[in-house]
């Protein structure tokens, strides 16, 4: 089973002459590594910051780019809806964290509309600030809200980017795509398949289909970025930390032929692969006790420590 490709780029400008070429491996389901995103940013400064478990979660939802002060009644007033300033005292770090979140947000928006030029747009987007350590996560296609089906809505296609702001580098292992994994594990799979794609990738990792396919590992070195599509390419991060990730959707422009969902590109896998489905698999009740990649990858490591 032939691993998905990932085609490595040394820096930012480079891919962005090319984007067009770059921009059908993205939809033909290649990673792409920017060695240099070529994001001036603070990285002595992001690196002393360390997220404790209960912060997991910094996004751009809890507006954490948002200008940490308003102007009232003559005066700077915290301004609380940006929730870090519930989590930094110091108004001067506080400040400075703001700007250095809000100055990565920007550059990674900007990269995404040149990248996609005049082709597609972005319909919705978000950030995730993740300061922690991020240890073997297991191989596996992301899968949301417990595999629930119609989730991807018409028309868009997930673009991500992970940016890593470590000092160290972030090391993932890449399977196959979703495309290669069907091909080859035809006769693995159960006999009829769920209609919906996040529903197939959540049985996937339930059955531990993944497990021992072939992997290539890949180091994102620091101040570098990973595009990937994680539903449509198996992958799994080994050891990571500090890592700022813009998750996107995409829509073609008007006169531009409208993108296919991740919904789309595994219905036509199905078709081609002459493979069953079943909109049975609605209820998946059955699978949600079972352990995923993510509980197998904590036991192996438990395991490992104890012995
Ligand atoms: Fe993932």
């Avoid at 996004?59 to 930094?88: A, C, H, M, W, Y």
Wanted: hydrophobic share 40%; charged share 30%.
């Amino acid at each position: 089973m032939k691993v998905a490709e990932i085609k490595v780029i040394k820096a930012r400008r480079e891919l962005l002459n090319k984007a067009k070429l770059r921009r059908n491996d993205f939809f033909n389901d290649h990673l792409i590594l920017v060695k240099d995103a070529e994001i001036k940013t603070d990285y002595d400064f992001l690196n002393v910051i360390q997220a404790e478990q209960y912060i997991k979660k910094l996004s751009t939802d809890n507006n954490i780019t948002q200008i940490p002060f308003n102007f009232v009644d003559g005066k700077l007033e915290k301004n609380r809806e940006n929730l870090l300033t519930t989590l930094i005292d110091n108004e001067n770090v506080l400040w400075k964290t703001a700007v250095e979140f809000r100055e990565i947000e920007r550059e990674l928006l900007h990269f995404t509309e040149l990248f996609f030029w005049n082709q597609y747009r972005i319909a919705v987007s978000g950030l995730t600030y993740r300061f922690y350590p991020t240890t073997d996560e297991g191989m596996h296609f992301d899968t949301f809200k417990k595999g629930r089906p119609g989730l991807f809505k018409p028309g868009t296609r997930a673009f991500k980017v992970f940016f890593n702001v470590d000092k160290e580098d972030r090391i993932w292992r890449v399977g196959p795509t979703l495309q290669e994994f069907c091909l080859n594990m035809k006769d693995d799979l159960p006999d009829e398949l769920p209609t919906d794609v996040n529903s197939f990738c959540y049985v996937v990792d339930k059955l531990g289909l993944l497990d021992g396919v072939n992997v290539q590992e890949v180091a994102i070195p620091p101040g570098g970025m990973m595009i990937a599509n994680g539903t449509m390419a198996a992958h799994q991060v080994v050891y990571g930390n500090r890592m700022v990730c813009l998750e996107a959707a995409i829509k073609a422009m008007d006169g531009v032929p409208t993108v296919p969902t991740e919904q789309d590109s595994y219905r036509s896998i199905v078709r081609k692969l002459g493979l069953r489905t079943t909109d049975a698999f609605a209820d998946l009740e059955e699978f949600h006790a079972l352990d995923g990649s993510y509980e197998r990858a904590k036991k192996r490591l438990e395991n490992s420590g104890a012995a």
